[in-house]
């Protein structure tokens, strides 16, 4: 009878272990759900309103405009040559236009500049200067990301929202507003604010013009391009057009409304 009561007081004992164990172990927990509960509380309200409204910034930038949409009461025909094809904040890449992308040099790009390209750069090696691309091709969601990237960049720097679109805007086109969805645009050497200083930039303003590309973003037609200068940005137009460009110091807005109004005095 004694050895049968000895037995049930220790598995009375252990069983009194395991329940006290198990107590502790749930307390535990209880501290640290309500410590985690405690820091999400803490971060939610030194978070801003602004930066929850926009939980997803591609959700939040400007829809892209439509490809066959423009501006109300604004009459504008695409040239038929399809080297002077313009897209910008106001026009969309038309429906008709045919991309023939291929990837060369490390980018996608329109296979019908591919050459001209190659030549621009072994003339450009034999003047020591050493010219390869960073960009080419972008389609829609390609651009969505970049311009998202770049909103986000300017927030973050402790703008309003509002003034980081506009901002972003400058320097990163809205999807469908981006001349790199034709793959005739490139960007040369990286994105380099200091490219401009370069001895590569300066043999491009010279020479550039005589493989048919352009400097897309000049200096001085920020006001007409709405896009800031950007050095490293060029544009393929076909010889005869990047020569007369040059020419008459005139950005791609410009030329194509020198091309019409010419066209038009000649009927």
Not at 87 to 104: G, M, R
Not at 133 to 154: F, M, V
Request: aromatic content about 10%; overall charge negative.
């Amino acid at each position: 009878m004694y050895q049968e009561k000895n037995k049930i007081r220790k598995t009375l004992s252990a069983f009194a272990v395991v329940i006290v164990e198990l107590a502790l172990m749930a307390a535990t927990t209880a501290v640290f759900v309500m410590a985690f509960e405690h820091i999400d509380a803490k971060k939610a309200e030194a978070k801003p309103t602004a930066v929850s409204s926009k939980a997803s910034v591609s959700s939040a930038v400007q829809p892209s405009p439509s490809r066959t949409s423009q501006p109300a009461g604004q009459q504008f025909e695409q040239p038929d040559d399809w080297r002077l094809v313009l897209v910008n904040y106001e026009h969309t890449l038309p429906e008709t236009f045919q991309s023939k992308i291929v990837n060369e040099f490390n980018v996608n790009m329109d296979s019908r500049i591919v050459e001209p390209f190659r030549q621009m750069r072994d003339a450009a090696l034999k003047d020591d200067i050493h010219l390869w691309l960073s960009s080419g091709y972008r389609n829609d969601e390609k651009q969505q990301k970049l311009y998202s990237e770049e909103i986000e960049a300017y927030y973050k720097a402790g703008i309003s929202y509002e003034d980081a679109v506009s901002e972003a805007a400058k320097s990163v086109a809205p999807p469908g507003t981006s001349e790199h969805i034709t793959g005739l645009a490139i960007d040369v050497n990286g994105v380099l604010e200091d490219f401009g200083g370069t001895k590569e930039f300066r043999w491009l303003s010279e020479h550039a013009q005589d493989y048919g590309f352009i400097l897309r973003y000049p200096k001085d037609k920020q006001d007409i391009t709405h896009i800031k200068y950007e050095a490293w940005h060029f544009r393929y137009v076909g010889v005869e057009h990047a020569k007369k460009m040059k020419e008459l110091n005139l950005c791609l807005e410009e030329y194509i409304d020198y091309l019409n109004k010419n066209q038009t005095a000649s009927h």
